[in-house]
């Protein structure tokens, strides 16, 4: 249960019809700041806008606030010209609601205030402190004379231009040597993680190829020195272009040759298992051996290319 209890205030208020406070279609902040604006002296200047600072009403509220008061009736506006051609905008504020009609009758019996030094000081504009010294006016020759063999342009003097030097020529695609090209070719079937080479790196990769065969390092080891370099922990290769050319950036010393070479050690442990036939193949070619063997299922299921009447009985009689 809640209990009230009223003191008459001894000065400074302002009677308000209880329909104004408890109007159903106003928010508290329209409440307020026409609550404000009715409590000013008759003799008051201060705008909506003044009084919605002077309330601490934000910016976007006093917005609604004074769209909520407008279209209830108790806030019109209008914009006149004054003396001087002077546009003034006049605010209507009222404790009840009021017709556009009425407010404009209201509105038309009111002097139109322009801002001066007898205004409101919420209106009138701060005072201007005027400039030291006398008015001059502007000089009329005040470049000086310019010696036409002197150079007083404020524009820096152009050095002198000199020819560019001719840019080297690129080496055309046909100056590669044929073995770097197919070397380059065949690297999508030397692993998977090479199938997607661009297209255009395909010059790029082969003149670094040829730098290579250039130093004396055979095309096995071109492709053994890239087989090192994949990822042999199942890392996928997004960009392999980008991979082939930082592994062929460097280029190390050939290996001296010698009359018998041991095997190169396998790059990976994913590669390990596979072998390199040694078949007649156009491009090297890997597979998975099961024993010894050193050619791959295609050369050991295809005949041989040269095989007579002799080898075959020679055959058919260790066979029996």
Not at 76 to 82: I, K, T
Not at 163 to 170: M, Y
């Given at each position: 249960m809640i209990y009230r209890h009223h003191i008459a205030p001894p000065r400074?208020?302002?009677?308000?019809?209880?329909?104004?406070?408890?109007?159903?279609?106003?928010?508290?902040?329209?409440?307020?700041?026409?609550?404000?604006?009715?409590s000013l002296p008759d003799g008051a200047r201060e705008p909506l806008s003044r009084t919605a600072e002077r309330a601490r009403i934000g910016a976007c509220a006093f917005t609604r606030a004074k769209r909520q008061l407008k279209e209830e009736g108790f806030v019109?506006?209008?914009?006149?010209?004054?003396p001087g051609g002077h546009w003034v905008t006049q605010q209507l504020v009222s404790n009840v609601p009021l017709s556009a009609a009425e407010a404009a009758k209201i509105l038309a019996q009111m002097p139109v205030h322009v801002p001066d030094a007898s205004a409101s000081p919420q209106l009138a504009p701060s005072a201007r402190i005027p400039a030291a010294g006398a008015p001059t006016p502007p000089p009329t020759d005040g470049h000086p004379r310019k010696d036409p063999e002197e150079n007083t342009s404020h524009h820096p003097a152009e050095p002198e231009r000199r020819?560019?030097?001719?840019?080297?020529?690129?080496p055309e695609t046909t100056d590669l040597p044929e073995a770097a090209r197919a070397l380059v070719a065949a690297l999508p079937r030397l692993s998977p993680d090479l199938r997607r080479i661009p297209r255009g790196m395909h010059d790029e990769l082969a003149r670094l190829v040829s730098r290579w065969l250039t130093a004396g390092h055979t095309p096995g080891s071109i492709r053994t020195h890239i087989l090192r370099g994949l990822p042999d922990d199942g890392t996928p290769v997004h960009r392999p272009g980008g991979l082939l050319r930082y592994l062929l950036r460097n280029i190390p010393p050939a290996p001296a040759p010698t009359a018998e070479q041991p095997a190169p050690a396998r790059p990976s442990s994913r590669l390990a298992a596979l072998r390199e036939c040694e078949g007649d193949h156009v491009q090297a070619t890997l597979f998975r051996p099961v024993g010894e063997e050193t050619l791959c299922r295609r050369c050991l299921d295809s005949p041989p290319p040269h095989a007579g009447p002799l080898d075959s009985g020679a055959v058919a009689h260790q066979q029996h």
């Open positions: 400074a208020f302002t009677q308000f019809s209880h329909d104004l406070i408890r109007h159903p279609r106003l928010s508290s902040d329209a409440v307020r700041l026409l609550t404000w604006q009715l019109h506006e209008r914009r006149v010209q004054g020819p560019d030097p001719e840019p080297e020529p690129a």
